[in-house]
C-alpha cells in the first residue's frame, strides 16, 4: 500500500514563504515523477510543479522564479520551497507521486490528502 503524506503548510503573510514535504512510504519499484498540485476553492485543481526520477523539473507559470520543487531519493521525499507568496497561492496543495509497483510492469497514480495554504494578512 503506497502513501503519501504532506506537512508544512499553514498560515503566512504576503511574501512570506513556506516550505511543504511530501513522503512517500510502502513498496514500490520506482518512482517515475513526483509533484505537487493544487486546488483553490471553487476552481479546479492545477499543476504546480513536478520532478522526474531524473531529476527534470516543470513549474507551472504563475509560479516559476518563485517556488523550487526538489527530491530526496534516499527518503522518497519530495520537497516544495515556495517563496515571495501572493494571496492567489492560497489552496489545498496536493503531491502526488507515479510509481511501479513490485510484481506489474505499469505505474500507477497515488495522491496525499493535502495540506492547506494560506496568504493573507
Known amino acids: 500500500q503506497v502513501q503519501l503524506v504532506e506537512s508544512g503548510g499553514g498560515l503566512v503573510q504576503p511574501g512570506g514563504s513556506l516550505r511543504l514535504s511530501c513522503a512517500l512510504s510502502?513498496?514500490?519499484?520506482?518512482?517515475?515523477?513526483m509533484g505537487w498540485y493544487r486546488q483553490a476553492p471553487g476552481k479546479a485543481r492545477e499543476l504546480v510543479a513536478t520532478?522526474?526520477?531524473?531529476?527534470?523539473?516543470y513549474y507551472a507559470d504563475s509560479v516559476k522564479g518563485r517556488f523550487t520543487i526538489s527530491r530526496d531519493n534516499a527518503k522518497n521525499t519530495v520537497y516544495l520551497q515556495m517563496n515571495s507568496l501572493v494571496p492567489e497561492d492560497t489552496a489545498v496543495y496536493h503531491c502526488?507521486?507515479?510509481?511501479?509497483?513490485?510484481?506489474?510492469?505499469?505505474?500507477?497514480?497515488?495522491w496525499g490528502q493535502g495540506t492547506q495554504v494560506t496568504v493573507s494578512f
Open positions: 502526488n507521486a507515479v510509481v511501479r509497483s513490485p510484481g506489474v510492469t505499469w505505474t500507477s497514480s497515488y
Open positions: 510502502g513498496r514500490i519499484v520506482s518512482i517515475n515523477a
Open positions: 520532478i522526474t526520477g531524473g531529476g527534470s523539473t
